[in-house]
């Protein structure tokens, strides 16, 4: 009797383990599968779970598989985009980055002329030049040496109305007609040796009132882009900004400044035995202890070059010359539809270490407000730029203009929202016979 109880109760429980069983593999058939995840450029990698792929170590992305419902994903919304306005990818994203970087602006620029320190040498009387100690452009003159004898009949009747009042003791109209010699060109030396000696000198020598380089400058001097007044400084003119890097570079056509034209070596047109008249200029004198340093800047840049603060200008050639101004005049310009600026700066030059004409870099450190990405989020195509903003499954290219660059991050300005998503790195959704076709937002 006990033998067949114990054979009922082992039959029992082989059948409800049996029913068991049966009960679970229902439930894990009717339940939710395991999703699978695959890489989007090797889809025969299929791993059971989130990983990298361990061919090109992207991330992996969930497959199409069948909801809790038992519906499958059978939408080709992403699959009909045409391949040149989409891409499908899995690769990371970033927000725009809103706030403050620290940028080094660096801008090209050449040495100029500081007009301010050239001087003219005029003929204060009228007469004949009987000896010339200055014949060459360039010529280095300083401050008091000879330049010139001349032979003025109005120098020669002055003088005889002084020896005429000395000699008949008109202290009063002695002192009048001193001060009329002095008018006249005559050191006051020159006075007391005629008041001394009692003899007209038929030659009166002329000095140097300034120090300088000699140079024949007219009022205007014709070039090939017009009449440039070379009183008036910098000469502006059109063409490519070559050597400007393109994230720093002007957003004129205007290239460097321009040298005024001043002539090169050679002989004076002025002449030994030449009349000249009262007022008359016979040449300037170019004086270079203190030159500019001359660059463009963009609007958006002005507020960093504002008039007295200190830029850092170094010689592009020498490393080791440099030396820290203070900004002294902006000066806009208009030209072609665009605004720009000539920023300039006064040099000290009392060595003549500075050669005109000598090109330089200017920067100067700045803290910048804008909206940031990183360089690798963007492709250049041509003269534009192009990120992938992410939606829904994929990517669609749009342009943005770019404002400022600090180091590795580009400030796009109001090109897009503070808060979009779009892909860290655009090179990885382009191939090397793919086309973009961008959308401006």
Not at 234 to 239: A, L, N, Y
Request: charged content about 20%; overall charge positive; some cysteine.
């Amino acid at each position: 009797m006990r033998r067949i109880l114990n054979v009922k109760i082992a039959y029992f429980l082989i059948i409800g383990s049996f029913l068991l069983s049966c009960n679970q593999d229902k439930k894990l058939s009717s339940g939710s599968q395991v999703q699978k995840y695959t890489c989007p450029m090797h889809p025969q990698i299929v791993k059971d779970g989130p990983g990298t792929c361990p061919i090109c170590k992207m991330d992996l992305v969930p497959l199409h598989t069948a909801d809790s419902h038992g519906a499958a994903d059978t939408s080709l919304n992403s699959l009909v985009k045409p391949s040149n306005e989409l891409v499908i990818s899995g690769i990371k994203t970033i927000r725009v980055e809103k706030g403050l970087k620290k940028s080094e602006i660096v801008l090209k620029g050449i040495i100029n002329y500081n007009t301010n320190n050239w001087r003219s040498v005029s003929a204060r009387v009228s007469g004949r030049i009987e000896k010339l100690y200055v014949k060459y452009n360039y010529e280095r003159v300083s401050k008091g040496q000879k330049i010139m004898e001349i032979y003025s009949p109005d120098l020669a009747n002055a003088q005889q109305e002084l020896l005429f009042l000395k000699n008949n003791n008109e202290p009063a109209l002695l002192e009048s007609a001193k001060r009329k010699l002095l008018l006249l060109g005559l050191s006051l030396t020159q006075i007391n040796r005629v008041l001394s000696t009692g003899r007209l000198e038929d030659r009166i020598a002329v000095y140097s009132p300034y120090s300088g380089y000699v140079a024949e400058l007219g009022l205007n001097t014709p070039t090939s882009s017009g009449m440039v007044n070379q009183a008036g400084g910098t000469r502006i003119s059109s063409g490519s900004a070559g050597g400007m890097s393109s994230m720093n570079a002007t957003a004129s056509s205007a290239t460097l400044p321009e040298i005024p034209d001043i002539p090169a070596g050679g002989s004076l047109q002025i002449r030994e035995g030449q009349y000249i008249n009262a007022g008359q200029k016979l040449f300037d004198l170019i004086n270079t202890d203190q030159v500019w340093a001359e660059f463009f800047a963009r609007p958006d840049q002005l507020q960093e070059f504002k008039p007295g603060k200190r830029v850092l200008v170094q010689s592009i050639d020498l490393a080791d010359q440099r030396s820290e101004v203070a900004v002294s005049l902006i000066q806009p310009y208009f030209s072609n539809g665009i605004n720009y600026s000539l920023i300039r700066a006064n040099m000290p030059n009392s060595t003549k270490s500075w050669k005109v004409g000598q090109l330089i870099s200017v920067s100067r450190d700045a803290a910048i407000e804008g909206n940031w990405l990183p360089a690798t989020a963007l492709v250049q195509v041509g003269t534009q730029y192009v990120v992938f903003i992410k939606k829904d499954k994929g990517f669609i290219p749009v342009f943005v203009k770019l404002k400022h660059r600090a180091d590795q991050w580009i400030d796009i300005g109001e090109s897009l929202e503070p808060d979009t998503e779009l892909a860290i790195n655009a090179w990885f959704l382009i191939d090397s016979e793919g086309f973009i076709k961008a959308k401006r937002l």
